[in-house]
């Protein structure tokens, strides 16, 4: 272990016990969450695993367009860990929904549209689509849901507000994503799932990085040193958590 990298293990072991408790403390019988074939939701699995057993655990496998490998290492990531997995296929709502969103769209509002905005106005109707999908089960259940947001990208605002962003308990949020490899590793998510290069399955072929324009390593040494190595990229940095400060708030209230 490098020096100065906090212990996996001890992350693990803590984050686990962290995750039962809050559990206990809102009176709820377990957790759902997303089981999307990425390293965050799997080691997400892992700790709630750890600290509730499997029967109190239920993944939800939810693809809308995504590719095949996506649901393939979900799966596998419910098996290493002996938790139900059910999947979810949202794909006719969110294309009944998309249809009836364009019909609604006049001329008059379609021209004041920026360019590109409905592109990643589609793309976010995805996470929320999900979201949905995770309270129904967690009303259902008395559960909690947990978020698989890491602390690299809830500083730069990579989650998308009232979707993947939304949940009752964040386990992975004060970790930096080299620390969520290294606790995937103790748990023992499988290899392939820790390899993967880190995509929100938005479309075909995009990843997290490519989307930034710098890397999680880059990310992590801003976030622990103090810059990334590279001005530019901290400017950029700094740019995008400015911008998203309110994805990490509640909603302004007025002081009368």
């Not at 098996?79 to 019909?103: H, S, Y």
Request: proline fraction near 4%.
């Amino acid at each position: 272990m490098v020096e100065g990298m906090r212990d996996p293990r001890e992350l693990a072991a803590g984050i686990s016990d962290w995750i039962a408790a809050r559990v206990e403390e809102a009176g709820m019988s377990g957790v759902v969450f997303g089981l999307s074939g990425g390293i965050d939701s799997a080691v997400v699995c892992g700790l709630a695993r750890r600290a509730l057993g499997e029967e109190h655990c239920l993944g939800l496998i939810m693809p809308i367009g995504n590719i095949v490998e996506d649901a393939e290492l979900a799966r596998e990531t419910a098996d290493v860990f002996g938790i139900q997995a059910l999947e979810v296929e949202l794909a006719p709502t969110f294309d009944a929904l998309t249809n009836a969103l364009d019909r609604s769209s006049t001329a008059v509002v379609a021209q004041r549209y920026r360019e590109g905005a409905k592109a990643l106005a589609l793309a976010n109707l995805k996470p929320r689509l999900r979201m949905a999908a995770l309270y129904y089960h967690a009303n259902m259940l008395d559960a909690l849901v947990i978020g698989t947001g890491n602390r690299a990208e809830l500083t730069v605002g990579y989650f998308t507000k009232h979707g993947d962003g939304g949940s009752d308990i964040l386990p992975l949020g004060g970790l930096l994503k080299h620390e969520v490899r290294e606790v995937a590793r103790v748990l023992g998510v499988p290899e392939r799932v820790i390899e993967r290069p880190p995509s929100a399955g938005l479309w075909a072929g995009q990843t997290d990085e490519d989307e930034l324009g710098f890397t999680y390593e880059q990310l992590d040494r801003y976030l622990s040193e103090g810059s990334s190595g590279s001005a530019e990229i901290d400017t950029e940095i700094r740019i995008l958590e400015r911008g998203s400060a309110h994805k990490r708030s509640t909603p302004p209230i007025p002081d009368l």
